[in-house]
């Protein structure tokens, strides 16, 4: 399934592409998680903002990627990735991995997708500058189109995104831990 933030040339602004992605989210009957008011970080409209700019979807083989879009291509702090790692939905969905797929699943799923994960560090690379991960919210307002020109991204095309085996993977055991 093509979604429209997936275009490298995406007239969306990225206000936009967020609320794409959750209705994809919803249509693949995943929850879309939000911020509490209180929060001083937004840390799932950060997460989704990585996902439409990156032109990334929710299979585990994307979200690897997406990890180190962030890690090569972002502002990323130490501080807010830790608070991202203590949101509970976070580590049920670790629970989750390892309960279901083994200790060694998530190392054995980088290894198959080194092909994907080395292009996202060409392409993180080659940006003219890091993507802001704590997001400011005036680039809700601006196309991926002028955002990517501006930042230097280049999405990963569907053939450069193929990794060497696909992984079976269901989220939905997320669900039953909880």
Partial sequence: MLLEY????????????????????????????????????SIWLYHDATHAIFGQDTTIEDETALDVWVIFGTTFSWKLLRKYQHVPEIGNLGK?????????????????NKGVLWR?????R??????????????????????????GITILTDKEKTPTRVTEFDYSVVSKMT
């Avoid at 995406?10 to 998680?33: C, K």
């Avoid at 991995?97 to 699943?105: E, Y």
């Avoid at 996202?120 to 993180?124: A, D, E, G, K, R």
């Fill in 120 to 124: 996202v560090i060409q392409h993180s």
């Fill in 6 to 41: 997936q275009n490298q040339d995406s007239t969306q602004t990225l206000g936009e592409a967020i609320e794409e992605y959750q209705r994809y989210l919803t249509y693949m009957g995943r929850n879309v998680l939000t911020d509490a008011v209180s929060d001083d970080d």
């Fill in 96 to 112: 989750a991995v390892t309960f279901k797929m083994g200790a060694l699943f998530l190392p054995k799923l980088y290894w198959r």
């Fill in 126 to 151: 080659r940006m003219k500058k890091k993507w802001p991960l704590k997001l400011p919210p005036e680039l809700l307002t601006k196309t991926l189109k002028e955002l990517r020109e501006e930042y």
